[in-house]
């Protein structure tokens, strides 16, 4: 297994991510304690090597999901044949959605149906902006006919995998269990009414997931100096842009690599995380460059599948 060093990181990245084997695992994160899996970098744009927005806590045993772009399910069973048992398909029973574009929820389906097909017992456990309720009865309603017939033929499937329970958050604790005490704090996504950033506070780790962010000091306040603050960006000099409408978009929706530096400065994080890098039809090194001029803390450009 040869190693190989992530060639994108700015000088000071201390070991932390340095070398990454080619399972994705780095020598620190493969250590006990909480971990983060990047299972999905991508965005909209249908990049074979970004798999939809998708991202877990794995804190013991447990895998919490953030977000299920599509793909997420196989994302998952990847990570768990480079080595993290926790994110198994049919294990798989908790998610926090930040928001509700599509992108991040192509894959709740996936999430609800495959898990519960492949033996997983327990209801989904959903926790998201208020729409979600709604989407899960829809969900739910197209597929009944593929419960009924799996419930009652001869798959004899269980009668409460397939369920949801669906949590309506508002800032603040949403959860907390024995591994993880789980805090939504709400993000600027243009003109979404509602999207949220979480924060993981487990034992050993303090993670914050920014979600999809034009800036805000609301993740500032929730990193102040956190272990792992995963955020998204923007290359703005990408061709759409040149067209005022886009322009617009990113400006209000998400967060350039010259917002990215100002916020990271002043959260302070031990490690940066830049994930969902929206790439805008140029290679990510174009992105990468920009970040680097911004931020000369330890950071890191995220790969599907990476761990933190
Ligand atoms: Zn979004
Ligand atoms: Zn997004």
Redesign the pocket.
């Given at each position: 297994m040869r190693p190989k060093a992530i060639g994108l990181l700015a000088v000071g990245v201390v070991a932390l991510a340095l070398v990454v084997d080619d399972r994705g695992l780095s020598a620190d994160a493969t250590s006990a304690g909480a971990r983060v899996v990047v299972l999905g970098t991508g965005n909209p744009a249908a990049d074979p090597e970004r798999s939809g927005p998708a991202v877990a806590v794995v804190v013991n045993d447990r895998a919490y999901l953030v977000d299920c772009g599509p793909g997420v399910v196989r994302r998952a069973a990847a990570a768990e044949k480079n080595g993290i048992p926790a994110l198994k398909a049919r294990d798989l029973n908790i998610v926090f959605i930040t928001?509700l574009?599509s992108d991040?929820t192509l894959g709740y389906p996936d999430l609800i149906f495959s898990p519960w097909v492949l033996g997983r017992k327990a209801p989904l456990e959903a926790f998201g902006p208020q729409g979600l309720k709604a989407m899960t009865e829809h969900i739910e309603a197209a597929w009944r006919e593929d419960v009924d017939v799996r419930q009652h033929g001869f798959e004899q499937g269980n009668a409460t995998g397939y369920r949801v329970n669906v949590h309506a958050i508002r800032p603040g604790v949403v959860y907390r269990d024995g591994n993880v005490t789980v805090t939504a704090f709400p993000v600027k996504?243009g003109n979404w009414k509602e999207a949220y950033g979480f924060t993981f506070a487990t034992r050993d780790r303090r993670i914050v997931i920014s979600g999809?962010t034009a800036p805000t000091d609301e993740v500032v306040k929730a990193c102040d100096g956190c272990d792992v603050l995963l955020h998204e960006a923007y290359n703005p000099h990408g061709e759409e842009l040149k067209e005022a409408h886009w322009k617009e978009y990113f400006r209000t929706?998400h967060t350039s690599p010259a917002e990215l530096g100002d916020i990271a400065r002043r959260a302070h994080p031990r490690l940066l995380v830049v994930y969902h890098q929206s790439l805008e039809g140029l290679p990510e090194s174009d992105l990468v460059d920009q970040i680097k001029r911004e931020y000369t803390g330890p950071w890191v450009s995220a790969k599907d599948l990476g761990v933190y």
């Open positions: 928001h574009h991040h996504h999809d929706f």
